[in-house]
Structure formats: C-alpha cells, structure tokens
T-cell receptor, first 117, second 114 residues
Framework: ETGVTQTPRHLVMGMTNKKSLKCEQH?????MYWYKQSAKKPLELMFV???????ENNSVPSRFSPECPNSSHLFLHLHTLQPEDSALYLC????????????????FGPGTRLTVT | AQKITQTQPGMFVQEKEAVTLDCTYD???????LFWYKQPSSGEMIFLIY??????QNATEGRYSLNFQKARKSANLVISASQLGDSAMYFC???????????FGDGTTLTVKP
C-alpha cells in the first residue's frame, strides 16, 4: 500500500466511548500530523510528531491523546468526547518540516469522519 | 502569529477557461512558504503547488501556477483550462519554515460548469 492511510474512514461513537483513530504512512517520512476539519472552521493543526517526538500540541483538550510508536504510525485515542468534536480528522506526513524545502510538502490521508452522539 | 486569508468562499468557472483563486497572508518573517491544496468531496487533501519566499520565479505545476506578489503578500493560484474534475475545495496554507508547520486558510469552493 502506498501513501497515507487512515482507519476507520467513518466512526460514530457515544460520549462515554473510547476509540482510536489510526494513521499509517508508507512514504518513509519522519514527521506526522493530526488535523481537525470542522464544517465551519479552517483546518486546525492538533499535534505534530517529528522523529517520534511530539513537537506541537496546539492546546488540544486532554480527551484527545496522540501516540506515535514509530515514524510510520500515528494514533489518536479518543475518550469522553463531546458532540462539538464531530469533524473530519486528517492525518498527514512530511519528510522533515525543519529540513530542506523539498521535504516540507505534506501528504494527507483520506481522513476519518467522526460523529459523536 | 501568521494570518492567511482566502476572501472567496465560492467561485464558478466555465470549463476550459482559466480561474484565479485569491490568497493573502500576513507575516514579518523573511523566510516562509505558501502551499495550495485541493480537497475533493472525498475528503483527501491533495498537494498542488509550493512557493518559497526566496524563490525568484513563480511556481508552476502543469495547469497550476502561483502568482506570487511578495510586496503585496499575495499568492494567488491560477488554474488554466479548467476541467470538470477541478471542482473541489482549494486551500492556501502559510508555511512557517522556522517552526515547520502550516496555517490553513478557510478555503475556496470552486465549481467548474460544463
């Protein structure tokens, strides 16, 4: 498989559930990202991992917990979410955001459409 | 903090014609980049084109070109010979090369009419 994959593509969960979103990149990149895309807001950066180290937490509530076990995999663990957390969650990867310009480009996965009921 | 603005919520263009999507930004950093992405209804963000602040020439990628006017802080995307498959949401993103992260605009919905 190539590119960036995300599972599941669609998820419906109750506010008391615990679920996880998975992202996998097959591009040999060193940085991975979680973005949230809500209907009436611009794309919001949530977390950045560079060489498996978290380098950005954009004031994300603790009910979202990221995990990056290696450079190819990124998880977003969800618990006790709120209805306003319903959104499209996009994962992306890049070669090295702090490297040379050729490595800036982010490749995105298809997203997980999350609905919190 | 950088600010990125896309003033056109929606645009229409006739098939085979060219269209310009606007993007302006605000920064005091000398080194930065501008990205354009396409997001079809399927949801996946597709990289289109990148312009670095020190690039001497405007970036081009096939039918896509970036009209970069540094003094005006604008980085408009020009799509030539529009195709029906170009109908999508288009996002401009400001890339902070020091922090290694992007800030996205609100997006412009482009509809290509047959």
């Amino acid at each position: 498989e190539t590119g960036v994959t995300q599972t599941p593509r669609h998820l419906v969960m109750g506010m008391t559930n615990k679920k996880s979103l998975k992202c996998e990149q097959h591009l040999g990149h060193n940085a991975m990202y979680w973005y949230k895309q809500s209907a009436k807001k611009p794309l919001e950066l949530m977390f950045v991992y560079n060489f498996k180290e978290q380098t950005e937490n954009n004031s994300v509530p603790s009910r979202f917990s990221p995990e990056c076990p290696n450079s190819s995999h990124l998880f977003l663990h969800l618990h006790t979410l709120q209805p306003e957390d319903s959104a499209l969650y996009l994962c992306a990867s890049s070669q090295d955001p702090l490297g040379q310009r050729a490595s800036y480009e982010q490749y995105f996965g298809p997203g997980t459409r999350l609905t919190v009921t | 903090a950088q600010k990125i603005t896309q003033t056109q919520p929606g645009m229409f263009v006739q098939e085979k014609e060219a269209v310009t999507l606007d993007c302006t930004y605000d920064t005091s950093d000398p080194s930065y980049g501008l990205f354009w992405y396409k997001q079809p209804s399927s949801g996946e963000m597709i990289f289109l084109i990148y312009q670095g602040s020190y690039d001497q020439q405007n970036a081009t990628e096939g039918r896509y070109s970036l009209n970069f006017q540094k003094a005006r802080k604008s980085a408009n995307l020009v799509i030539s010979a529009s195709q029906l498959g170009d109908s999508a949401m288009y996002f401009c993103a400001f890339f902070n090369t020091n922090a290694g992260k992007s800030t996205f605009g609100d997006g412009t919905t482009l509809t290509v009419k047959p």
